[in-house]
């Protein structure tokens, strides 16, 4: 009797012990993911400041894209695809690391970053249209402007594939198992081609050697360590409840 009794015991869950006190080998994982995604908030809030700083001491103060100068319409575009397209991008894709709810939270969290981002991206094009338009200068000849245009285009179909199949109509359970991996790979992809996008656009500017074009390249270089530690986020695995 005492036997049964203590076998009951053993098998009752109200006697199991809490995930934060069980030694598995998955809960490391998660420290490393949380981890990984505090660096990722750190490198995009340098990757702000430096871009920031860039646009107010460097290029003739803030971005104005109703202005008679063409250099504050400029600023616009900078301003607005790193700190708004490229930041907002990576940190919708970490939302289902960094943000402890259900995954329908998650999920909503992460499609409205993306839109977002989507929004900021056109505005920052724009921009980049307007800048050329009032300096009279040809547009879509450099391949920065083909891989900005190529990258928004394939970012506009992504978050549309992933509304419809993910949110709004939702395929069939076995079609979102299917499709999963896919979207997942194709958003980094995309994500990663922003950064390269990002990178020619630094290539581009006329910079004399000093300390413009010092913080350019810290600019440039915390932007590609931003994504390293977006790309690792996304291979860790995921935190929710």
Known sequence: MRRAELRH????????????AM???????????????????VLAFTVF??????????????????????????NVHPLVMCMG?????????????????????Q?????????????????GIYAAFKYHSANTMPDMLSL?????MLTICLFGLQWLFGFVNFWFLKASEPTRILLLPLHVSAGLAIFLLTVCTAETGFVQIDAAPGAESRLIN????????????????????????
């Open 23 to 41: 030694p598995n080998t998955v809960k490391p994982a998660f420290l490393v993911t949380a981890h990984v995604t505090k660096v990722a908030h």
């Open 85 to 105: 397209f490229i930041l907002v991008i990576g940190e919708g894709i970490m939302a289902y690391k960094t943000i402890p709810a259900r995954k329908e939270t």
């Open 218 to 241: 810290f600019t440039g270089l915390f932007i590609l360590l931003f994504a390293v530690a977006v790309s690792i986020s996304v291979a860790l695995p995921r935190v929710s409840i």
């Open 144 to 148: 920065h402007s083909w891989l900005g």
């Open 49 to 74: 400041v430096l871009v920031l700083a860039w646009v107010l001491h460097f290029r003739g103060g803030a971005a104005r894209l109703h202005s008679d100068d063409p250099n504050l319409i400029f």
């Open 107 to 123: 999920k909503f969290v992460h499609l409205m970053l993306q839109l977002v981002a989507l929004g900021l991206g056109i505005l």
């Open 9 to 20: 015991r053993r098998r009752s869950p109200c006697n199991e012990r809490p995930l934060d």
